[in-house]
Each structure stands twice: as C-alpha cells, then as structure tokens.
Nanobody, 116 residues
C-alpha cells in the first residue's frame, strides 16, 4: 500500500497564505498523477488542483491565479501553495496519489481555516 502524509494546514486570516505538503511512501510504487481535493462541511469533496508526472496541471476555476500545485518526483511529494486565501477556502484538504498497482490512494486530510 501507499501511505500519504499531509502537513501545512492551519488557521490564517483572509488574504494570507499557506503551503500544504503531501509525501507518499511505500514499496514499489510511483505516483503517475497527484493532486488535492477539499471538502467543506456539508459539501461534497471537490477537486482543487492536479498534476501529472510530466507536470501538466489543472485547477478548479475558484482557485486559478491564487493556488499553485507542484511536485518533486524524486520525493513523491506534492505541494499546494495557496495565496490570497478566502473564507470560502476553509475545508479539509486531501491529497491523492494515483498508482498503477494500488489505484488512487488518499491522505488523511489537513484542516485549512480562513478567518474573515
């Protein structure tokens, strides 16, 4: 199996910044795609950003221009830089790693709270 450990969440004021990290570990795997989803209370989990092994990226319209996804393939780590945060960005953020053998694996989630 693949284990994903997220870090970097916390409480920040509106307009502030955070950087999330997610490190994948395990035996004999590689993440051909990685990304971040988020889930706010009472809402469905939604895509925030994704990145392929070739570093092609995709973003939700709501975060374009504010969030930046990147990855370090050697470390199997994905990052999410978040700027100009808004209260509506408040959610639990989950990273994922897509593998050929194990399918999509998820992290445990990290809370991001943006105060107004």
């Amino acid at each position: 199996q693949v284990q994903l450990v997220e870090s970097g969440g916390g409480l920040v004021q509106a307009g502030g910044s955070l950087r999330l990290s997610c490190a994948a570990s395990g035996r004999m795997f590689s993440c051909h795609a990685m990304g971040w989803y988020r889930q706010a209370p009472g809402k469905q989990r939604e895509l925030v950003a994704g990145i392929t092994s070739g570093s092609s990226t995709t973003y939700a319209d709501s975060v374009k221009g504010r969030f930046t996804i990147s990855r370090d393939n050697a470390k199997n780590t994905v990052y999410l830089g978040m700027n100009s945060l808004k209260p509506e960005d408040t959610a639990v953020y989950y990273c994922h790693c897509d593998t050929m053998h194990w399918g999509r694996q998820w992290g445990q989630g990290t809370q991001v709270t943006v105060s107004s």
